[in-house]
């Protein structure tokens, strides 16, 4: 009978941890794995004449990317980042410049298997006072949405539809 309990109890405890273990609320996702959601030519549309075209391409163990915006068949906007990840933040960073302009570095990370936060990486070491936030969700492999936030007022909505995998 005490043999039996005991192995009732070993068997309630490794079954208790283990119900625990897959419930926990901060498994810690794979930020360089998520990163590849990203790959891909993505096409917004802006306005009536303007599409907005980003194409993701994999690069070494991150992304590199190329942003045209093209009105009326003439190129009005370019730039080229970099997207990899940092293990010592466990954070992916990205180093932008769009022609004309300074460099911008920011940092993001998957808060899901399909969300992710977007903020400069000034901000890091205070990320709820961003000056900027960008809300993405991939809603199925072919679609992102992107909210921009600044000062906690939405900017602007993009949904950007993958035409090639």
């Known amino acids: 009978m005490k043999k039996r309990l005991t192995i009732a109890s070993i068997m309630l405890f490794i079954s208790g941890s283990y119900c625990a273990q897959s419930q926990n609320p901060h498994t810690k996702l794979n930020q360089s794995e ?3 959601q990203f790959e891909g030519n993505w096409v ?5 004449d ?3 075209y980003w194409d ?17 068949g003439k ?10 990840y940092e293990s010592s933040i466990d954070k992916i960073v990205e180093a932008g410049i769009t022609k004309g302009k300074d ?8 808060i899901t298997e399909s969300k992710f936060v977007l903020i400069p990486y ?15 969700e991939f809603r199925d492999p072919d679609v992102l949405v992107e909210t921009d936030i600044i000062e906690n007022k939405v900017v602007k909505i993009k949904t950007w539809k993958n035409s090639k995998r």
């Open 56 to 72: 993701m391409k994999p690069w070494g163990t991150g992304f590199e990317a190329g942003l045209k915006y093209v009105t009326k």
């Open 50 to 52: 303007t599409i907005a």
């Open 122 to 136: 000034s901000d890091l070491a205070n990320p709820e006072k961003a000056s900027f936030r960008m809300e993405g």
């Open 103 to 110: 460099i911008g570095v920011y940092v993001m990370w998957f």
């Open 75 to 84: 190129v009005v906007k370019e730039g080229k980042g970099l997207y990899g």
């Open 44 to 48: 917004f549309e802006i306005g009536k």
């Open 34 to 36: 998520l990163l590849k």
